[in-house]
């Protein structure tokens, strides 16, 4: 499967969540449900923030007579120096709540979405980014307000996200350094100097701005953050100190656990990056069930969940990772941010499925009819598939149909990588890429299969080389890997397998370059040392596969092969520094690993009749359950006629509608426009319903318009709030036919 590069893979996932935030128009509307503010605050977090604990001291002092404010702006500061942009941007709005015209408040507003990952983006002329656009409008509006630091800060987001700049990095680190010249003493300017510095030059001297922020405030969280990120990817090691410490800066920050995780994983402290990868998935979904979120609601959870199944496997811990990559692909589907065809959640869980699947070499589970949810729609589906069953059927001597797999691969690469409107003059070949690695692999190992022994070995030689090529580059998509394994890791098998040991080791060694620690090369290691006749050698490795993989699934091959060597190994550390053994039960103190639906708050409503409603009276049944603005809103009623026209097949589905309004039961009785027989209606005294379930905008007091399906055991399944409401009657159903499969 493949995936992109280090940044570029959590930049997908972001942009996939701005479309969560993402308005059609930046106007004031004055429509029921839409902000009078403008369009750009019809989205996003819409009730109150609460004081967030754990997320780092950073304060950052700006113009305001609210002390409250200010204490506000402090907590979205903090937050967005760990990329919890979501948060952020609730605790920015109670600001300009407490005081409108605040200019750094908008400038603040604006950064939720015009950040570190989005610095590169080439084109901010989609729907995603014009809310970000007005809040950086406003602020500019405000400039002449406000201090002459503050300017500063609010011209370098003008300058570097000018409609017609073109390095918008470079202008911005430009920008962000004539601040810590005039003003050397703010250390937020240097923190944000040194993480928009990221790539733009030196690492080394990167880091000695880095170490000035931390000279002052040692768990500085940007500080941290920004080392890791400095030196992942580009040696990694240097990023230790920050990774021990950036989690005890902002420990109730799920994104301030994870980061340390890449660096681990990639100098092979596999159990301590297990232990960072579990501790930040578990952190963000202990947020998501206080806070009601669903995953695609909350992006950084996908790629943690992703990592962690990365991680577990290089553990030998199959079965965990399999389940975590199943709960991803049950999690909530969602027509716009997690769609049947590989939304942002269900795309990582099929990645992490296949990866795991090829790595463990479970070829019948790959082949069996409804072994993995193909994503057969579009073309990057129909490649991973082909991929994977190409190496399933040649692993189990169906060779015909391997090199089938392999020729539709190469026409889908060669489909992929041709430009959409044909380029009118001759044009040199593209360069290889990831895709062709992917189609060179398969290749290789299809031609081994039908004992074409030389060309297999040749294409996989090739593959090696171009995967190397692309690591050197820092172009590999690594974030996690989409791929199995390095593919001088399969040359190492084949080489051993075939007798040729002194090949079969350098082979091995190489891919513990790349991937240091890998349990299956130490087991080949172990393997070839042994059949040489090198007793001493082949013990060391299996001492360290046996440390590695001291938590793994019993009777996994690569484990027991080595076993039966009866070279009584002890286990053997080979780590850059000690670390704790990854033992998933003593991180449970935290909250759950894997995804489950959370209970639906209380309702507690009144039906026309005046009788007393909640949820439990439909116990067995699932439930639509709609918050609507009454009978004066068209779209309101709209959206109901609609549902109560569909109602024999929500029957079928054994789902009942209910919609709550703030209308008293006597006016609900007496509309005619909400005659719709089918439609439970009830009413909500003074919003507390519609507070409970998180629909109601405490920043404008006003009732917004929401949609949930709670299922027969009366957790919540999916729900959309926002301005408008959801008018998607066919998605609603077939979520219900997902909700009512067996599990």
Request: hydrophobic share 40%; with cysteine.
């Amino acid at each position: 499967m493949e995936c992109v590069p280090t940044k570029s893979c959590q930049l997908t996932l972001f942009l996939l969540f701005l479309l969560l935030l993402a308005p059609t128009i930046c106007v004031a509307d004055d429509a029921p449900g839409h902000s009078k503010h403008g369009s750009a605050f019809d989205s996003g977090m819409r009730t109150r923030p609460w004081v967030i604990k754990g997320i780092g001291d950073t304060p950052f002092p700006i113009s305001t007579k609210s002390p409250e404010a200010q204490k506000w702006f402090d907590q979205g500061n903090a937050l967005l120096h760990s990329f919890w942009f979501e948060e952020a941007e609730r605790s920015f709005r109670w600001c300009l709540k407490l005081e409108p015209d605040n200019a750094m408040t908008y400038w603040s507003l604006a950064r939720c979405g015009f950040n570190w990952f989005t610095v590169g983006v080439p084109n901010y002329d989609d729907k995603n980014f014009e809310r970000y656009k007005a809040f950086l409008s406003e602020a500019v509006r405000r400039k002449s307000k406000v201090t002459e630091r503050e300017r500063l800060y609010i011209e370098a987001w003008e300058k570097a996200y000018a409609p017609q700049e073109k390095n918008r990095a470079k202008t911005m680190v430009a920008a962000l350094q004539q601040i810590v010249i005039r003003f050397p003493d703010d250390m937020e300017a240097k923190s944000l100097l040194a993480l928009y510095n990221i790539g733009q030059g030196s690492a080394f001297a990167n880091e000695l701005l880095i170490q000035q922020v931390l000279a002052k405030n040692p768990l500085h969280p940007g500080a941290h953050h920004a080392s890791i990120h400095n030196w992942d990817g580009v040696s990694s090691d240097q990023a230790i100190k920050s990774c021990e410490l950036y989690g005890k800066s902002a420990p109730d920050i799920g994104h301030a656990m994870h980061m340390p995780g890449h660096i681990y994983s990639k100098i092979g402290m596999w159990h301590e990056a297990a232990i960072a990868m579990d501790s930040a998935t578990r952190t963000e979904l202990r947020y998501m069930n206080d806070r009601l979120a669903l995953p695609f609601e909350t992006w950084n959870y996908p790629h943690n969940r992703n990592y962690l199944c990365y991680i577990q496997e290089q553990l030998g811990m199959a079965e965990a990772s399999l389940k975590g990559s199943a709960d991803m692909l049950a999690a909530p589907r969602d027509p716009e941010y997690n769609p049947e065809n590989m939304g942002a959640i269900a795309g990582q869980g099929l990645e992490a499925r296949v990866r795991a699947l090829i790595k463990f070499e479970k070829w019948d589970q790959i082949l069996a009819p409804k072994g993995i949810e193909w994503s057969d729609k579009e073309d990057y589906g129909k490649l991973g598939r082909a991929f994977a069953e190409a190496l399933a059927f040649s692993a189990t001597g169906k060779n015909f149909e391997a090199r089938e797999r392999v020729t539709s691969l190469r026409a889908l690469v060669e489909k992929l990588k041709t430009p959409p409107v044909p380029i009118p003059v001759p044009a040199p070949a593209p360069p290889p890429s990831p895709l062709d690695l992917m189609a060179d692999i398969a290749d290789g190992i299809v031609s081994l299969g039908e004992g074409n022994v030389l060309e297999g070995q040749r294409k996989l030689l090739n593959a090696a080389d171009l995967e190397q090529k692309f690591r050197d580059k820092g172009e590999y998509p690594n974030d996690p890997p989409g791929q199995a394994w390095p593919v001088m890791r399969l040359l190492g098998d084949h080489y051993r397998k075939s007798g040729d040991n002194k090949l079969a080791i350098d082979c091995y060694e190489r891919a513990l370059k790349n991937e240091p620690n890998d349990g299956f090369s130490l087991s080949g290691l172990a393997l070839a040392h042994f059949a040489s006749g090198n007793r001493e050698q082949a013990t060391l490795y299996a001492g360290r596969l046996s440390y590695v993989w001291s938590q793994a699934d019993p009777n996994l091959k690569w484990l027991e092969d080595v076993r039966k060597l009866g070279l009584d190994a002890k286990p053997v550390a080979q780590t850059p520094r000690p670390e704790r053994v990854y033992r998933p039960k003593e991180l449970d103190i935290i909250g759950p690993m894997n995804w489950q639906p959370f209970q639906a708050p209380n309702l507690k409503v009144i039906d026309r009749s005046g009788k007393s409603v909640g949820l439990q009276d439909f116990k067995g049944k699932n439930v639509v359950l709609v918050f609507f603005l009454g009978d004066a809103c068209v779209h309101c009623v709209g959206q109901l006629k609609s549902l109560n026209d569909r109602s024999a097949e929500f029957d079928g589905q054994d789902t009942i509608v209910l919609a709550v309004c703030s209308e008293s039961p006597a006016k609900l009785k007496a509309s005619k426009a909400l005659d719709q027989s089918n439609v439970k209606f009830l009413s909500d005294n003074a919003h507390e319903n519609a507070r409970r379930f998180s629909s109601y905008d405490d920043f404008e007091e006003m009732e917004l318009h929401s949609t949930i399906l709670i299922d027969k055991s009366g957790r919540v399944r999916w729900k959309r709030t926002g301005g408008d409401p959801f008018t998607n009657i066919d998605f609603l159903l077939n979520e219900l036919k997902r909700v009512n499969r067996p599990q």
